[in-house]
């Protein structure tokens, strides 16, 4: 009986240990380029890979928030499978939102891949 139950403990220590694993993140440079509000606004090009440091200012429904950073607001769309897991947050904690712009002729929203609190 004592086999069994020390086999069911190192089972559980090892799935434990293999789902700590599945939300790490890197944390090192990255090739996608920092961007503001304003220039994503004014110059992005639709699918733009890039990276925003500011904060969520609001939850406006499902999916959709507005970020802002200190040149301008724009609406930004993450999934919940997205945000930081276990991890709450405000409107005052400084984030970073790495993701692409969905640009066209009636709106501009930041898809987000990415959450990761400062």
Known sequence: MKKHTIHA??????????STAAFAQYTGPSSIP????????????????AILKGRIVSHDGKKHYTFEDSTGRMSVEISDKRMPAGQAFDDKR?????????????????????????
Do not use: H, M, W
């Not at 403990?9 to 293999?18: K, T, V």
């Open 9 to 18: 403990f190192a089972l559980a220590a090892l799935l434990s240990a293999g």
């Open 34 to 49: 920092q961007s503001t509000v304003k220039q994503l606004i004014d110059s992005g090009t639709d699918d733009q890979k």
């Open 94 to 118: 400084q984030v970073e939102l790495t993701g692409e712009l969905d640009k066209d002729r009636n709106k501009v929203e930041f898809d987000v891949d990415s959450v990761r609190l400062l």
